[in-house]
């Protein structure tokens, strides 16, 4: 058997890798009540602050029909909210409905899994190291970004 060529391995070792992300999501999601798509609207949100439901369903890939029954799920389920613009009330901002209990019980979550990841990481790589993977992980990201418009772009034709 032929041995990989490394950017075929990287390759494969990036499927797993986004496998095990949406495992580790699904999990999370179903413990409190969420679909995976609710929880990465959440994080988007966190990470973005409030955005318009066109925003979301730009930033999330969905159509507009697709966004706007997941926010009123979302609503419903008092994780998210509308609220109008202060200056322009016909703009209408999604923002998530804080939740103390839910904070709560989902923040241990994610510092164990940083702690675990740092923990692994920094005692096998060197801050250069990984600078380098940080930068891969950087630069596949935008890939993976320019082919999922140019996908989308020729699904739309």
């Known amino acids: ?20 992300m949406v495992l580790f999501y699904q999990v999370v999601a179903e413990r409190f009540g969420l679909t995976i798509m609710d929880l990465r609207c959440l994080d988007m949100l966190d990470r973005m602050g409030p955005l ?14 697709a966004i ?43 510092a164990s899994l940083r702690q675990a990841l740092e923990e692994e990481l920094a005692e096998r790589y060197s801050p250069e190291a990984l600078a380098a993977i940080e930068d891969f992980l950087r630069r596949t990201i935008q890939v993976l970004q320019q082919q999922t418009q140019q996908l989308s772009q020729e699904t739309a034709k």
Do not use: F
Not at 1 to 20: D, F
Not at 80 to 106: F, G, L, M, S
């Open 68 to 110: 706007t029954g997941m926010i009123d799920r979302m609503e419903t389920a008092g994780v998210v909210q509308r609220e109008r613009d202060a200056t322009d009330r016909r703009r209408v901002y999604i923002k998530p409905t804080p939740n103390e209990e839910q904070t709560n019980q989902i923040k241990p979550i994610y």
């Open 52 to 65: 318009t439901a066109g925003q979301l369903a730009e930033q999330l890939g969905l159509t507009g029909g």
């Open 1 to 20: 058997m032929m041995a990989r060529e490394p950017l075929s391995s990287a390759i494969l070792l990036g499927r797993e890798l986004g496998t095990g």
